[in-house]
C-alpha cells in the first residue's frame, strides 16, 4: 500500500497542478480521465513540482532527443528497475522493450533475474555496463571498453544519466510504496 494519498487535481496548488497537467498531457496519457491522481513516480514527485519539473526535463532529453535508441534505453530502463525490483518500471518499460526490438527472452530473463544471452553486441554491452554500474557502482574496463566501442563518450554519458535517473525513479517508486497502475499486472514473482 503507497506511503501517500492521491492528490486531485482541484486540491492541488497551482505548481503542482501544472506538473500533474504536463504529464497528464503526454500521449500515453491521454486517455486517462480528468481528475485521476498521477501514478508511478510522478505521483511522488508532484509534491517538489520544481524538483519534478527539472527531472521531467531530464527524462524527455534522454527519451525523446537524446542518443540512445529506443532499443537500447527501454534495455538500460529495464535493467535498472529489475535491479532495484521497481515494479512499475519494469510493468511499463518490459514491453516497450519488446515493441523497440529487444528479443522477449531477453526481457524474460531479467524479468526473473536471470542473466540474459544477447546475439547483438551492443545489447550485451549496454547490458552489462548498466548492469554493472547499478550492481558494483563502477565497470571493469572490458565492460568500459565495450560500451564505449558501442556508444562513444558521449552515449556513454546519456547511458549513465538514463541509469541514473530510473535509478531515482525505482527509489521514488519503492520509498514510498507505489505500486502498480489499476489494471496492471504485477511483474515480480519475488516481491510481495
Not at 511522488?44 to 524538483?51: E, H, K
Not at 538500460?76 to 519494469?90: K, P
Not at 544471452?117 to 571498453?145: G, H, I, M, P, S
Amino acid at each position: 500500500m503507497s506511503r501517500l494519498d492521491p492528490l486531485k487535481p482541484e486540491d492541488m496548488p497551482a505548481a503542482q497542478r501544472r506538473y500533474y497537467d504536463s504529464i497528464k498531457n503526454r500521449p500515453n496519457n491521454k486517455d486517462l480521465p480528468d481528475g485521476t491522481p498521477l501514478t508511478g513516480p510522478f505521483h511522488a514527485w508532484q509534491r517538489s513540482p520544481a524538483f519534478a519539473e527539472k527531472l521531467a526535463v531530464l527524462e524527455q532529453y534522454l527519451r525523446k532527443d537524446g542518443l540512445l535508441e529506443p532499443r537500447l534505453l527501454e534495455l538500460a530502463t529495464i535493467t535498472v528497475g529489475r535491479i532495484w525490483s521497481a515494479e512499475i518500471v519494469f510493468g511499463s518499460h518490459g514491453p516497450a522493450a519488446v515493441a523497440a526490438g529487444i528479443d522477449s527472452d531477453i526481457v524474460e530473463a531479467i524479468r526473473r533475474r536471470e542473466t540474459p544471452v544477447f546475439e547483438k553486441a551492443d545489447e550485451a554491452a549496454v547490458y552489462n555496463f548498466t548492469y554493472q554500474l547499478t550492481t558494483a557502482y563502477e565497470v571493469d574496463d572490458a565492460t568500459y571498453q565495450d560500451a564505449l566501442d558501442v556508444l562513444g563518450e558521449d552515449g556513454l554519458v546519456e547511458l549513465i544519466g538514463l541509469a541514473g535517473l530510473y535509478v531515482t525513479a525505482s527509489m521514488t517508486l519503492n520509498a514510498f510504496r507505489i505500486p502498480v497502475r489499476p489494471g496492471m499486472a504485477r511483474p515480480y514473482p519475488d516481491k510481495q
